[in-house]
């Protein structure tokens, strides 16, 4: 063998018996598209709704007793919120509806009792420890992974009541990730992420939306995740003074582009702020306006919320990869990498 060979062969194995493994075809970069359309997401929606009945004398469920609300008003006004805040990007149906006339199993296997859960809401006993749900249980009782999997639904709404065991929202199937709450564990077998959204009739539209957008937050967190500086336009979407002085937008949902503290929506000081702007995003002329709580509602939590997710994009186009119609990303976990 010539030295020319050897050293060849040395350097690069050439003339060696050894396949050289190809690498994995790598996917192909999304192609920025000033002009693509903004999709329409419609989520399909499973509704159970756990509403015992208290007195069967009576025929009383829980979500009747004074000042709760009636859930099926709940569905319909929330999404309405939804239809309108995302002017129609967004939209929600419910495809199936069931009520259950007990209490859900919590993760000992422990459920209340009528009487029980009465003296736990009249702090006359202590609320049951495991205080979390049985996920899993629910799951398996309603055939969600098979509803899921099977293209029949795309989330599911549970409404509940005060000590119920909810989060707000979770995640769950292939790839779940964190959605105001640790994804659900043991459901990669799920070909398709979806989220779980936990509703309470004792409370109103306004919790309902701080609880949707928290998962606005948790979804575009995660969407640009990978990407930095001014790319981030997230990270610049939640600005608020108080954390970037003189560089307010529009904030997140426990602080609007003024609040000193959390749920501080009604404070009347002024601050310069460039929220009007995301208005007519993508197109930022970099003018700002003094504003303050007047703006989104005088400290209402609806009205702040329903302020708030207005900003949101939802027009054509794409850049550094991601939709200007953030709705999809919100709506459809599946289109978060």
């Not at 396949?19 to 790598?26: D, E, N």
């Not at 790839?175 to 990669?188: D, I, Q, V």
Request: with cysteine; aromatic share 14%; net charge negative.
């Amino acid at each position: 063998m010539s030295f020319l060979l050897k050293l060849l062969k040395k350097l690069f194995g050439i003339g060696t018996s050894t396949p050289i493994t190809p690498s994995p075809p790598q996917p192909a970069p999304v192609v920025d598209d000033p002009a693509e359309p903004a999709q329409i997401t419609t989520n399909r929606v499973l509704l159970i709704i756990y509403n015992p009945i208290m007195d069967t004398d009576k025929d009383e469920k829980l979500s009747q007793r004074p000042g709760w609300y009636d859930p099926d008003e709940l569905v319909v006004g929330f999404s309405t919120e939804i239809m309108e805040t995302s002017y129609g990007m967004g939209r929600y149906e419910i495809v199936e509806r069931i009520e259950v006339n007990d209490f859900p199993a919590l993760k000992d296997g422990f459920r209340y009792s009528p009487s029980l859960y009465l003296d736990v809401l009249n702090k006359t006993t202590p609320a049951h420890e495991p205080d979390q749900v049985d996920y899993h249980a629910i799951l398996d009782e309603h055939n969600i992974a098979e509803k899921v999997e099977n293209n029949k639904i795309d989330e599911v709404w549970i409404f509940a009541f005060p000590y119920g065991g909810f989060y707000e929202s979770i995640m769950a199937g292939k790839g779940a990730f964190w959605c105001n709450a640790p994804a659900l564990n043991n459901t990669s077998q799920i070909p398709r992420k979806f989220v779980i959204m936990g509703f309470s009739y004792e409370r109103g539209l306004g919790e309902m939306l701080e609880s949707f957008n928290h998962r606005v937050e948790a979804h575009m967190e995660r969407t640009f995740s990978k990407t930095h500086g001014n790319a981030n336009l997230w990270e610049r979407f939640t600005r608020y003074d108080k954390k970037n002085p003189g560089l307010a937008e529009v904030g997140n949902v426990h602080f609007a582009p003024n609040s000193e503290r959390d749920y501080d929506w009604g404070n009347p000081k002024f601050v310069s702020s460039n929220c009007y702007e995301w208005y007519q995003f993508p197109n930022f002329t970099g003018k700002a306006r003094r504003v303050n709580a007047s703006e989104w509602g005088n400290g209402d939590i609806r009205l702040h919320h329903r302020w708030w997710l207005k900003h949101i994009p939802h027009v054509a186009g794409r850049q550094n990869g991601i939709h200007n119609n953030w709705w999809q990303y919100i709506l459809d976990p599946n289109k978060v990498s």
